[in-house]
């Protein structure tokens, strides 16, 4: 059982981690920040925790507040370039906090044991639900509460106005500027929201492993985090959703006896999906079929 | 209410516009024409802020407004529409007009968390409206991408309009129209003078621009060469030489 319910943890965290790309892909924009915004998450939280006795809510959301800050900081310049350029950029940023988390060393002995960050050797003993009890179920419990809440913050974020002004900057900036929206404001505060959300994510996945190195916030990560939205498609938060389950329940958990060949197969489904379905597998005309299969009637109404 | 001032753009070697100076007074509908590439949309995108002039003013309202971006443009009460239609496709018409309501009293009369988030009774009033002018109100719900062409227009049109403008710039609104639609077209245009919007109307359809305008000025490569009402541009040979002539031999 303690197999599956570590499972459902790493989904429901991957699951963040793509949502946060998702919601910066309405807009048009293509980041790898998304891992740097993870791991500052995942450290802030953690040295809370460990270093200062904090609770776990409080560390969740001070490490997701400062992973925000950090996405509208580096949103102003980063925004000012596109497509590749901000692939490139965004690159940059994330080896940055690697880099930095790479050289941080700061510790301290809480209770006789010495812990927090340890510049190459990682940062271990992130034991906030061991010490207080938690059992796996439990934790996994506590996150799927939290990615729910989140998804069901962007569903209806989709459903405002400020959804429709995010795709309408995705679709068409000449014709968004025109009718009056600011580019660089909504770009930055998509930015500044995929941090947070990210932020979140990497906060709850060092609790998850109890330890976090710079290894763990690789490029191969960041891909990941956009190729969940690309695969899923961005009709809606479940095709995101769908796509995590697939790659991490199927492809990566599915698959383990094919070691790292899966990695292989994983390029390969991207480049597929490029290819026959650009919008993604839940694109506009399948999101259509399920709603009408799932909840009937399936009427647009989204504004009544 | 608009005033251009030896307004100019170069884009390398290639003076798209040259001194550009026109007077446009409230309540007018204002005609500009000229030959394929003769600078009448560069002068739409340069009132607009998409190109910061390379020479010259653009005052708006008593205000310099030279090389503001377009957002700040809009918000002073400057709205357009394009040549070739720029819909957000796969929003729908109601949503291609709710993000569009960014006018100033928009913005005043709503505080942001409403106006982000919320969806009062007067802004879906406002809107309704809006899409009854345009008869696209059984539309509503659509993908402005699965729009007939002509429906396509007439919401490029209402989204212009949904942002409360004083001054509207129509790039050639009535480019692939058939003559019923340019009538319909130019009526829906005076009754929008009527409704005390000031009309920059740049066009290649003469019917057009001969029935609706009070003034207008031609263009040709980059250059005025004739300002006044309809019947006095026809008249002009210079006009008749630069632009009617070589079309009326071409067709």
């Given at each position: 059982m303690d197999y599956y319910f570590g499972l459902s943890q790493t989904i429901g965290i991957h699951t963040l981690l793509g949502l946060s790309a998702y919601i910066l892909m309405l807009t048009g924009q293509l980041s790898l920040a998304q891992v740097g915004f993870f791991a500052i998450g995942a450290y802030t939280s953690g040295i809370l925790t460990t270093m200062f006795g904090y609770h776990i809510m409080p560390a969740l959301l001070i490490g997701s507040l400062v992973a925000g800050f950090f996405a509208f900081l580096i949103g102003f310049p980063a925004l000012r370039v596109k497509g590749l350029m901000l692939v490139v950029a965004t690159i940059a940023f994330s080896q940055f906090v690697s880099l930095f988390f790479f050289n941080l060393d700061w510790r301290k002995t809480v209770n006789g044991v010495e812990v927090g960050p340890d510049s190459t050797q990682g940062f271990r003993e992130i034991r906030y639900y061991a010490a207080n009890g938690w059992d796996s179920g439990e934790v996994a419990l506590f996150v799927w509460v939290i990615v729910v809440l989140v998804m069901a913050a962007l569903w209806w974020l989709d459903r405002s106005r400020a959804g429709a002004v995010l795709r309408a900057v995705g679709e068409d900036e000449l014709a968004a500027q025109s009718v009056g929206l600011n580019l660089t404001a909504v770009k930055v505060i998509a930015m500044t929201a995929g941090g947070v959300i990210a932020g979140l994510g990497g906060s709850l996945y060092a609790h998850s492993t109890t330890y976090v190195d710079?290894?763990?916030?690789?490029i191969l990560l960041a891909t990941f985090a956009i190729a969940y939205p690309i695969l899923g498609?961005?009709?809606?938060?479940f095709g995101t959703l769908v796509a995590v389950i697939f790659i991490q329940g199927i492809l990566v958990e599915g698959l383990r006896f094919l070691g790292d060949w899966r990695n292989l197969l994983f390029g390969l489904l991207i480049v597929l999906v490029m290819n026959l379905k650009p919008e993604g597998i839940i694109d506009a005309r399948v999101a259509q079929l399920l709603k009408r299969t799932f909840l009937g009637g399936g009427k647009g109404g989204k504004h009544a | 209410m608009l005033n251009l001032e030896g307004l100019s753009k170069h884009f390398g070697g290639v003076?798209?516009?040259?001194q550009l100076d026109i007077k446009i007074e409230k309540g007018e509908i204002f005609g500009l024409i000229g030959p394929n590439g003769s600078g009448k949309s560069t002068t739409v995108n340069l009132i607009c802020g998409v190109y910061p002039a390379t020479r010259g003013r653009i005052i708006f309202q008593n205000e310099e407004t030279t090389n503001k971006p377009p957002h700040q443009q809009l918000r002073r009460g400057i709205a357009r529409t394009f040549q070739n239609i720029r819909l957000f496709?796969?929003?729908t018409v109601w949503q291609n007009l709710w993000v569009a309501q960014n006018s100033k009293e928009d913005v005043a009369k709503q505080n942001p968390m409403a106006r982000w988030f919320g969806s009062s009774a007067a802004v879906r009033e406002e809107i309704e409206k809006i899409l009854e002018f345009s008869q696209l109100a059984e539309k509503s719900n659509e993908p402005a991408g699965s729009l007939a062409f002509g429906e396509q227009r007439r919401l490029e049109l209402a989204r212009a309009v949904v942002a409360k403008p004083k001054l509207l710039l129509l790039d050639e609104?009535?480019?692939?129209?058939?003559l019923e639609e340019v009538e319909e077209l130019g009526e829906r245009i005076r009754n929008l003078r009527d409704s005390g919007i000031t009309i920059l109307l740049v066009e290649h359809v003469m019917e057009l621009v001969m029935e609706v305008t009070d003034r207008m000025a031609v263009l040709n490569f980059g250059q005025k060469i004739a300002e006044g009402t309809p019947t006095e541009i026809q008249n002009d040979p210079k006009v008749q030489e630069a632009y009617l002539g070589t079309s009326s031999e071409t067709t």
């Open positions: 710079h290894l763990t916030f690789s498609g961005l009709s809606g938060v | 003076k798209a516009l040259d496709e796969n929003l609104p009535a480019a692939g129209m058939n």
